[in-house]
């Protein structure tokens, strides 16, 4: 980007380092908070603005704004068009379809359920948090939304989701997940292991397994779980979210198997790094941490949750109609490294 061209919240990251303005700009923010510059390797094609997500809560919009402006001079200018990848609706791609969404309130639950809903579909959406699924449903108040708040480790919490549903049941996006506190095998302790199992995996099973009576019914139905790219190496988490994501992987393809001649589809997306992120431990095991580091840095490029949407949605289509038992790594080629 020359100097001559404004730079702007839609900017990317790698375009205001480039920058004989913005540069310093961003790297004083950085050694203010006592981060390093090579923190935002992977971030370089997020729009600036991508940092406020990505923060989740720790930067307000007022920091980028004020970047903004003192960028040029005290101006706020025009945004420019959005470069790079660009989010396409297509419209009617989920008309007459029901399908349900966990983890739909924040993150890649909410950018699933809100793309379904805009591609017409009918929306369970599910979370544990009431007050932010109804501001997702607010967010969108001509879709089609219903939004259930519960625990899907707990069956009671299943039976609601199920029951909100219908009868009629096209698909499901199992995206709800927590993430470990990077501890190894030796330090995970039983109440983590407990819970990092009983939602990434025992609760996509307890769903999976409530929703498939009337998929057999209908002969039809598509089930997207989300592994990750723990799902795929040892090297990218703790022991607990490792092996509930290699278990999601197992659960996909034990069932493609099974329920594929009755006209199911069951896959996996794995998604890399993503910028919003998902709940992880407040409490990091520095022996976890400092073993994941190095392989962790090798992340070649974080994702925005619509992004990943746009893996998820086009598995749970009918655009996804030949494909079955399908690990998909979203994860920008960190996989094949």
Not at 6 to 17: E, M
Not at 302 to 320: H, K, P, R, V
């Amino acid at each position: 980007m020359s100097e001559t061209t404004p730079l702007t919240a839609s900017s990317t990251i790698g375009a205001w380092l480039d920058s004989e303005i913005g540069g310093p700009l961003v790297r004083g923010l950085l050694a203010a908070s006592g981060a390093a510059e090579e923190t935002l390797a992977p971030l370089r094609g997020l729009p600036l603005q991508q940092l406020v997500a990505l923060s989740q809560g720790q930067m307000p919009q007022s920091v980028v704004d004020g970047l903004v402006l003192q960028a040029n001079d005290g101006v706020m200018p025009e945004e420019a068009a959005l470069t790079g990848w660009i989010e396409k609706i297509s419209a009617g791609r989920f008309a007459g379809k029901t399908v349900i969404v966990t983890g739909a309130a924040s993150g890649i639950g909410r950018a699933t359920a809100s793309r379904v809903a805009r591609e017409g579909g009918r929306v369970i959406a599910g979370d544990i948090s009431d007050e932010r699924l109804g501001e997702f449903a607010a967010s969108l108040p001509d879709s089609d939304i219903v939004t259930v708040a519960g625990d899907i480790t707990k069956q009671e919490s299943v039976d609601a989701i199920v029951t909100a549903a219908g009868e009629r049941i096209d698909a499901l996006a199992n995206v709800a997940g927590i993430n470990d506190d990077f501890s190894p095998l030796h330090e995970t302790t039983d109440a983590m292991w407990d819970r990092v199992i009983g939602v990434n995996l025992t609760g996509a099973f307890k769903l999976t397994r409530a929703v498939l009576p009337a998929m057999i019914a209908a002969g039809a139905g598509s089930v997207v779980n989300i592994a990750s790219e723990a799902g795929l190496r040892g090297s990218a988490s703790g022991n607990a979210y490792t092996t509930s994501k290699h278990g999601v992987i197992g659960l996909t393809r034990s069932a493609a198997f099974m329920y594929g001649p009755q006209g199911i589809r069951v896959n996996a997306v794995a998604p890399g790094g993503v910028a919003t992120g998902i709940p992880f431990s407040p409490h990091v095991s520095e022996a976890g941490q400092a073993r994941l580091q190095p392989f962790q840095a090798s992340i070649p490029t974080l994702a925005t949750a619509e992004q990943l949407a746009a893996s998820i949605t086009f598995l749970l289509s009918d655009d996804g109609v030949n494909l079955n038992g399908v690990v998909l790594p979203s994860d920008g080629g960190w996989s094949v490294q």
